[in-house]
């Protein structure tokens, strides 16, 4: 098998090479190649210490040099080399308290934790694969190097690992794979939140996020989002719904980005998260009546859990801002005419108007379709209302008032309270009538509510 490396990998390999050493890519990198799939980084493996591959280049970077890794640095791109190791015992489920260097390739490649990732290849030795990772890759098989019970105690994420790249290739895990998974799921206790959240992320932007289903089954979210075992134990018997709460929110997640409108990654995160979470709170607002369930209040409930989530996994606050804000307002129901949807734009906001759009078709699409044609054609209607705002730059907040506060203190108005208010309500006035939006006709409205003994500058 051939395999196309880029040429700064491959100069760096034959570099080493020449001075009497062995090297590879490998890793990730091979498995994606393989695949047909563009490896997002190269990780190079060497028998060369760490200190004897600094010497061979010009820049180096002591990345991780006590665990035998420098970056190469070729112009602006670094490299990532390893030198052949063997890991000695493991105490925390997460890391060894001791590194050997060897200068074995098959010993270092026996530490690495799916057969698929323990790969390594030179244009000169071809694909070394002494644990049939090209056959699991072909079959579509997720299975440990060697015992996966001692590959989930020397670092437990790899439990969610295992499930994480089953749902980014499709792949089904192993059976005694999966049944260490199982019975080692508890370890994940011990993994940093933000690690936890990395491969969640992952799991939940893949082309299956599904699979957070086997993460359920296999107790992995017991530990790492245990809402979701709730959620989906959360029966919903209304003629809006035929799924669980848990089962909805998945099939929202997967039917997000389905629409022609394209996010860029940060808002595509945004999106899945507010749609895995967007009824997270239902289960504590669950009523019955001879109706059936009713889930009262719980867009505000769900968006309060959500935020205590995304906070426990350490997210930054401008996404969890934008998520908390999504589900709080992910059941509002559009009034169709232009002037309630310039009012709803500014109550809700503009930045993420678009996602709520998107948030709103998923989760109905995740209902009963018994449902959906009515509740699709009303959100079609008010997305045309809204283009056409966007169309005509009509004003819906505060930035797009004509006028601003130093305009008002020209004209005699002392900076506070007071002249905040007044601009609300001529931004008010303008979400009524966006012909307003005109700087002499706001001014000479903002005088009719000027408090008496204030001079006119104008005037």
Same mark, same amino acid.
């Given at each position: 098998?051939? $395999?196309? #490396? ?87 489920? %997460? %890391? ?9 390739? $098959?010993?270092?490649?026996? %530490?690495?934790?799916?057969? $698929? ?43 969610? %690992? ?48 599904? !699979? #957070? $289903? ?98 426990? #996994? ?50 109905? #699409? ?72 005109? !700087? ?20």
């Amino acid at each position: 098998m051939k $395999i196309e #490396l880029p040429q700064k990998v491959d100069y760096i390999i034959n570099e080493l090479m020449k001075n009497g050493y062995e090297a590879y890519a490998v890793g990730g990198c091979i498995r994606d190649s393989i695949l047909g799939k563009e490896p997002e980084d190269w990780d190079i493996t060497t028998s060369a210490k760490p200190q004897e591959v600094k010497k061979l280049f010009r820049r180096t970077i002591d990345t991780g040099i006590v665990h035998g890794t420098v970056t190469v640095m070729l112009e602006k791109e670094g490299y990532e080399v390893t030198t052949y190791r063997i890991d000695g015992e493991y105490e925390d489920n %997460r %890391r060894p308290k001791t590194v050997e260097f060897t200068a074995d390739l $098959i010993e270092d490649l026996k %530490r690495r934790d799916f057969t $698929i990732n323990a790969m390594a290849y030179n244009k000169l030795k071809g694909l070394v694969d002494v644990f049939n990772g090209l056959s699991d890759l072909q079959n579509g098989v997720i299975r440990c190097v060697g015992s996966a019970s001692e590959r989930f105690d020397e670092d437990a994420l790899r439990i969610l %690992r295992a499930i994480r790249f089953s749902a980014q290739l499709g792949f089904e895990i192993e059976e005694k794979t999966l049944e260490a998974v199982i019975a080692k799921a508890s370890n994940l206790e011990a993994i940093s939140a933000e690690r936890i959240r990395v491969e969640l992320n992952k799991l939940l932007l893949s082309p299956h996020p599904e !699979k #957070l $289903i086997d993460a359920q089954k296999s107790d992995i979210t017991k530990v790492v989002l245990p809402e979701f075992d709730t959620m989906m134990n959360t029966e919903q018997n209304n003629p809006h719904h035929i799924y669980s709460v848990g089962m909805h929110s998945i099939k929202a997640v997967k039917e997000a980005g389905n629409s022609a409108v394209s996010f860029n990654p940060k808002e595509t995160l945004v999106l899945r998260w507010t749609l895995l979470l967007h009824d997270v709170g239902k289960p504590y607002c669950k009523t019955t009546d001879q109706k059936g369930d009713h889930f009262y209040g719980h867009a505000e409930k769900s968006a309060e859990t959500a935020k205590l989530i995304l906070r426990r #996994l350490k997210f930054d606050n401008e996404t969890i801002d934008m998520v908390f804000r999504l589900i709080k307002w992910h059941d509002y129901k559009f009034s169709l005419t232009p002037q309630d949807m310039r009012k709803a734009v500014n109550k809700i906001g503009m930045d993420i108007f678009d996602l709520l759009f998107e948030v709103k078709a998923a989760d109905t #699409l995740a209902q009963n379709p018994n449902t959906w044609k009515e509740k699709m054609d009303h959100l079609d209607q008010a997305k045309v209302i809204y283009q056409e705002i966007k169309a005509n730059q009509e004003c819906v907040n505060l930035k797009m008032l004509k006028i601003n506060g130093k305009d008002l203190i020209y004209i005699g108005f002392k900076p506070g309270k007071e002249m905040g208010e007044i601009l609300n309500r001529l931004l008010e006035q303008v979400l009524d009538n966006p012909n307003l939006n005109e !700087k002499q006709i706001l001014l000479r409205m903002a005088l009719q509510y000027k408090p008496d003994g204030i001079e006119n500058s104008e005037e």
